[in-house]
């Protein structure tokens, strides 16, 4: 790895611009913007980097930058750029799927309606995006009942023109068949103008429309028209009902929200036209791989309104989180569409409402994502096989259990095991351990310790026959099964204790790997060197969510016994409260948290506590200055 001191530049502008970091192969790795080069580009060269900034800037080699004139600038440019290089450090939303769009040809002669996955093209008008194409398909089988314009190929039109015989579309009442003039080119014209209109603007115009020529139909005695008329009605009520919601019917806009989840995150988008939803769409971007703070809206704006047509874009667009670069997305929004664009949170009333929605829709794409992926056989099994590989295991590892050590300056250490077998998570086999304070571990003797107390059982149980067991009515053997591979969470110290309590043991057919979280580096017991995976392996993203569910399970139990020991040192101050009475309240609320979110009235409910001495607890409670709530990444405990 480079030292990022090696290639720091010098003589910097202090203008704005955008610039770009190197790898060793020449690979753009991070594309950024600033308005003060100089400014910007120096934080990178300084100490106490977070962690993902440290990583990017120690795999680069150099960095150069492009002066512009202003920020919309930088920000047009830093969008071409990533869009052209991919880099592996920026926030990239991506939809991996393809969403069918009805469109209408209102620039031919004759023009049609078609449904479509391909790009954007001029002359075209756009309506979706459409997230079931069953959907679809059936409001395209209203809009040929109500608006009967041609829907067939140039070709099959040219030929039914040279024939004189309109298609079956025709024949069935879903095309008026211009081929053959049962309707003139400007009354095909304005049933296509129509049909625009209605799917921009809903029914608010169009109903009203063809209820009066209904009633003019009736009046002459025109039954079968007025009976045809009514029916389409009743159709485009009922495509209305499925896209409306509880919202204004002046309302037009783009309603944007972006759900976070560890290291990833989803944007969902409703397209709001007059009161109604014409669309939905949602992204997902992995967070692990871009830096911390980069801008998530921006990115989630460029992968929504890049390719758009000037008439996609709204005069407002509705987000619940305001982008860094506000000002600039603004202006590059108002040039895209030709007039102006505003970006908006709202507060309050049904615009913060159906902003809720649209996060929700986000966050069930997230979890839809996640659990295809989780569950995709083939991948898991690809990144079994590159681990095998890249470790140099005689087999797969079809089990894999992961150790991590949680503690706060050495006190209420606990330590948790994780299951994986076939890369999914066993939570059945999880087991936690706690580790008395007096022992006087740091982190590697505890992990000594820990594997060490693991694999003593597996030595007392491999012998238990399990059936045997069941049939006697025995307790199920919990660590009868060995792994065929043991992640620890940390680096070398961690690696090589592990191995030490493994080799203390006999036990040599269990493989060992480590892996730091500092640069995802894969570490091997007494190597000099770590393993990089690269960093698109699914082998890799198998190891981190490993050793993350790993990370989460030893912060839990940290959490719940650290906040037990709280509570006990708070209770022990209450003047007056005994030992029996102390464990009817550790009992029955298990934390300070729930103590102090607790009535009078609740506390004198618990057994021995009358009213009295429930206010003299939440006294001395509301006097303790308690903290309670710890970082998830670092085990230290925040606020109360």
């Given at each position: 790895?480079?030292?990022?001191?090696s290639?720091?530049?010098?003589?910097?502008?202090?203008?704005?611009g955008?610039y770009?970091?190197?790898?060793?192969t020449?690979?753009?790795?991070?594309?950024?913007?600033?308005?003060n080069?100089?400014?910007?580009?120096?934080?990178?060269f300084q100490?106490n980097?977070?962690?993902?900034?440290?990583?990017m800037?120690?795999q680069?080699?150099?960095v150069?930058?492009?002066?512009?004139d202003?920020?919309?600038e930088?920000?047009?440019?830093e969008?071409?750029?990533?869009?052209?290089?991919?880099?592996?450090?920026?926030?990239?939303?991506?939809?991996?799927?393809?969403?069918?769009?009805?469109?209408?040809?209102n620039?031919?002669?004759?023009?049609?309606?078609?449904?479509?996955?391909?790009s954007?093209?001029?002359?075209?008008s756009?309506?979706g995006?459409?997230?079931?194409?069953?959907?679809?398909?059936?409001?395209?089988?209203?809009?040929?009942?109500t608006?009967?314009?041609?829907s067939?190929?140039?070709?099959?039109?040219?030929?039914a023109?040279?024939?004189k015989?309109?298609?079956?579309?025709?024949?069935?009442?879903k095309?008026?068949?211009?081929?053959?003039?049962w309707?003139?080119?400007?009354?095909?014209?304005a049933?296509s103008?129509?049909?625009?209109?209605?799917m921009?603007?809903?029914?608010t115009?169009?109903?009203?429309?063809?209820r009066?020529?209904?009633?003019?139909?009736?009046?002459r005695?025109?039954?079968?028209?007025?009976?045809k008329?009514?029916?389409?009605i009743d159709?485009?009520?009922?495509?209305?009902?499925?896209a409306?919601?509880?919202?204004?019917?002046?309302?037009?806009a783009?309603?944007?929200?972006i759900h976070?989840?560890?290291?990833?995150a989803?944007?969902s988008?409703?397209?709001?036209?007059?009161?109604?939803?014409k669309?939905?769409?949602?992204w997902?971007?992995?967070?692990?791989?871009?830096?911390?703070?980069?801008?998530?809206?921006g990115?989630?704006?460029?992968?929504?309104?890049s390719?758009?047509?000037?008439?996609?874009?709204?005069?407002?667009?509705?987000?619940?989180?305001?982008?860094?670069?506000?000002?600039?997305?603004?202006?590059?929004?108002?040039?895209?569409?030709?007039?102006?664009?505003t970006?908006?949170?709202?507060?309050?009333?049904?615009?913060?409402?159906i902003?809720?929605?649209?996060k929700?829709?986000?966050?069930y794409?997230?979890?839809?994502f996640?659990?295809?992926?989780?569950n995709?056989?083939?991948?898991?099994?690809?990144a079994?096989?590159?681990i095998a590989?890249q470790?140099?295991?005689?087999?797969?590892?079809?089990?894999?259990?992961?150790?991590?050590?949680?503690?706060i300056?050495?006190?209420?250490?606990v330590a948790?095991?994780?299951?994986?077998?076939?890369?999914?998570?066993?939570?059945?086999?999880?087991?936690?351990?706690?580790?008395?304070?007096?022992?006087?571990?740091?982190?590697?003797?505890a992990?000594?310790?820990v594997?060490?107390?693991?694999?003593?059982?597996?030595?007392?149980?491999?012998?238990?026959?399990?059936?045997?067991?069941?049939v006697?009515?025995?307790?199920?053997?919990?660590?009868?099964?060995?792994?065929?591979?043991?992640v620890v969470?940390?680096?070398?110290p961690?690696?090589?204790?592990?191995?030490?309590?493994?080799?203390?043991?006999?036990?040599?057919?269990?493989?060992?790997?480590g892996?730091?979280k500092?640069?995802?580096?894969?570490?091997?017991?007494?190597?000099?060197?770590?393993?990089?995976?690269?960093?698109h392996?699914?082998a890799?993203?198998?190891?981190?969510?490993?050793r993350?569910?790993?990370?989460r399970?030893?912060?839990?139990?940290?959490?719940?016994?650290?906040?037990?020991?709280m509570?006990?040192?708070l209770?022990?101050?209450?003047?007056?409260?005994?030992?029996?009475?102390?464990k009817?309240?550790?009992?029955?609320?298990?934390?300070v948290?729930a103590l102090?979110?607790?009535?009078?009235?609740?506390?004198?409910?618990?057994?021995?506590?009358?009213?009295?001495?429930?206010k003299?607890?939440?006294?001395?409670?509301?006097?303790?200055g308690?903290?309670?709530n710890?970082?998830?990444?670092?085990?230290?405990?925040?606020?109360?």
């Amino acid at each position: 790895m480079a030292d990022p001191q090696s290639y720091r530049p010098t003589d910097i502008p202090k203008l704005p611009g955008v610039y770009r970091f190197y790898d060793a192969t020449d690979t753009v790795i991070y594309v950024g913007k600033a308005i003060n080069l100089k400014n910007r580009l120096s934080n990178y060269f300084q100490g106490n980097l977070a962690e993902k900034t440290y990583r990017m800037v120690h795999q680069a080699v150099r960095v150069d930058w492009t002066i512009v004139d202003t920020e919309v600038e930088a920000l047009q440019l830093e969008f071409s750029w990533i869009k052209q290089y991919a880099p592996q450090y920026n926030v990239q939303f991506r939809d991996d799927k393809s969403y069918p769009y009805l469109a209408i040809t209102n620039k031919e002669e004759f023009p049609r309606v078609f449904i479509t996955r391909k790009s954007k093209r001029p002359g075209i008008s756009y309506f979706g995006p459409f997230t079931h194409t069953w959907a679809l398909r059936s409001t395209f089988d209203v809009v040929l009942k109500t608006f009967p314009i041609r829907s067939c190929t140039t070709s099959n039109f040219e030929r039914a023109k040279r024939t004189k015989r309109q298609c079956l579309l025709g024949d069935i009442g879903k095309c008026a068949a211009p081929c053959v003039e049962w309707i003139s080119k400007e009354d095909h014209k304005a049933l296509s103008d129509r049909l625009v209109k209605f799917m921009s603007n809903g029914n608010t115009d169009i109903v009203p429309t063809l209820r009066a020529e209904m009633e003019l139909a009736s009046s002459r005695e025109e039954f079968e028209r007025a009976s045809k008329i009514r029916d389409s009605i009743d159709a485009i009520e009922r495509a209305q009902e499925s896209a409306e919601a509880a919202l204004p019917e002046n309302l037009t806009a783009d309603i944007v929200a972006i759900h976070h989840d560890g290291a990833h995150a989803a944007g969902s988008i409703f397209i709001v036209r007059g009161g109604a939803i014409k669309g939905s769409r949602s992204w997902i971007v992995d967070q692990s791989k871009s830096l911390e703070g980069d801008d998530e809206m921006g990115a989630l704006f460029y992968s929504i309104y890049s390719q758009s047509a000037p008439t996609d874009i709204p005069a407002e667009i509705l987000i619940n989180e305001l982008p860094l670069d506000a000002t600039a997305l603004e202006s590059w929004l108002s040039g895209l569409r030709g007039a102006p664009v505003t970006l908006k949170v709202p507060q309050r009333g049904e615009k913060v409402e159906i902003l809720a929605t649209v996060k929700r829709n986000a966050q069930y794409s997230l979890i839809q994502f996640l659990s295809k992926r989780a569950n995709d056989a083939a991948v898991s099994g690809s990144a079994l096989a590159e681990i095998a590989e890249q470790l140099e295991l005689a087999e797969l590892p079809l089990r894999i259990e992961c150790f991590d050590i949680s503690n706060i300056q050495g006190t209420s250490m606990v330590a948790s095991m994780v299951v994986f077998e076939d890369g999914q998570p066993k939570k059945s086999d999880y087991r936690r351990f706690s580790i008395a304070d007096d022992a006087g571990f740091d982190d590697t003797r505890a992990m000594a310790h820990v594997i060490t107390r693991r694999f003593k059982r597996y030595l007392d149980e491999k012998d238990i026959d399990v059936v045997e067991a069941a049939v006697q009515g025995a307790q199920r053997p919990k660590f009868a099964y060995p792994p065929q591979l043991v992640v620890v969470d940390g680096g070398k110290p961690q690696v090589n204790a592990a191995a030490k309590a493994l080799r203390e043991l006999g036990i040599t057919n269990v493989a060992l790997c480590g892996l730091a979280k500092r640069l995802e580096e894969v570490w091997l017991p007494n190597n000099s060197e770590p393993i990089i995976f690269p960093r698109h392996s699914e082998a890799l993203y198998l190891l981190q969510k490993v050793r993350d569910e790993a990370h989460r399970f030893a912060i839990n139990f940290h959490r719940s016994k650290r906040s037990k020991i709280m509570l006990e040192s708070l209770l022990d101050e209450v003047d007056g409260l005994g030992e029996v009475r102390r464990k009817s309240l550790l009992t029955h609320f298990g934390s300070v948290t729930a103590l102090k979110k607790a009535t009078s009235e609740e506390l004198a409910a618990v057994p021995g506590i009358g009213i009295k001495m429930a206010k003299t607890i939440m006294e001395q409670v509301n006097n303790q200055g308690v903290a309670l709530n710890i970082d998830m990444q670092s085990g230290e405990i925040l606020d109360a």
